[in-house]
T-cell receptor, first 114, second 114 residues
Framework: KNQVEQSPQSLIILEGKNCTLQCNYTVSPFSNLRWYKQDTGRGPVSLTIMTFSENTKSNGRYTATLDADTKQSSLHITASQLSDSASYICVVSARNTGFQKLVFGTGTRLLVSP | KAGVTQTPRYLIKTRGQQVTLSCSPISGHRSVSWYQQTPGQGLQFLFEYFSETQRNKGNFPGRFSGRQFSNSRSEMNVSTLELGDSALYLC?????????????FGPGTRLLVL
């Protein structure tokens, strides 16, 4: 069964600290993996998208890694800011064969405390 | 470019009523996907339309339906509303099929069913 599991479910860190969010998936055949940031009451915003051949991608203070062999991804946030408080959603896409669709994780809720 | 827009932003209905939500994608985007987001279930895929054709469908009952117009604008309809339909409904657009590239989400329509 195609699944995406994220950990931890929630996380509280102090402003300025780093943190790492995890995503494990069983989606097959794999096409790409995305990380989204969703502020409360708003739609998700794309942070990174990685294909099978990419193992790291950065977007400012956000760095995503992908290990396609172990089917794991992580999102590392450096020097956290209060505005990083949000839910972070991992989404895995299967190759476009028939009615494949995106598989969403349930997200990690991050709170950055002053 | 203007982003994805959704109308209305907020809606209150009663059980048994029906509702129509609207989504205007980013100019030039041909794919529109709809999602339901609830605190307990996270983001769940409803359906995807590409060039006026439904290309993908999630596991929702037939009360949930949609369509896409020639200008790529899309509507989603829910008939015979139930209390459990209370959720944030998100629309996302992309220029190719959703599982092939980054999706851009709208702000969502928050539906409350009383």
């Amino acid at each position: 069964k195609n699944q995406v599991e994220q950990s931890p479910q929630s996380l509280i860190i102090l402003e300025g600290k780093n943190c790492t969010l995890q995503c494990n998936y069983t989606v097959s055949p794999f096409s790409n993996l995305r990380w989204y940031k969703q502020d409360t009451g708003r739609g998700p915003v794309s942070l990174t998208i990685m294909t099978f051949s990419e193992n790291t991608k950065s977007n400012g203070r956000y760095t995503a890694t992908l290990d396609a062999d172990t089917k794991q991804s992580s999102l590392h946030i450096t020097a956290s800011q209060l505005s990083d408080s949000a839910s972070y959603i991992c989404v895995v896409s299967a190759r476009n064969t028939g009615f494949q669709k995106l598989v969403f994780g349930t997200g990690t809720r991050l709170l950055v405390s002053p | 470019k203007a982003g994805v827009t959704q109308t209305p932003r907020y809606l209150i209905k009663t059980r048994g009523q029906q509702v129509t939500l609207s989504c205007s994608p980013i100019s030039g985007h041909r794919s529109v996907s709809w999602y339901q987001q609830t605190p307990g279930q996270g983001l769940q895929f409803l359906f995807e339309y590409f060039s006026e054709t439904q290309r993908n469908k999630g596991n929702f009952p037939g009360r949930f339906s949609g369509r896409q117009f020639s200008n790529s604008r899309s509507e989603m309809n829910v008939s015979t509303l139930e209390l459990g339909d209370s959720a944030l409904y998100l629309c996302a657009s992309s220029s190719r099929l959703a599982n092939q590239e980054t999706q851009y989400f709208g702000p969502g329509t928050r539906l409350l069913v009383l």
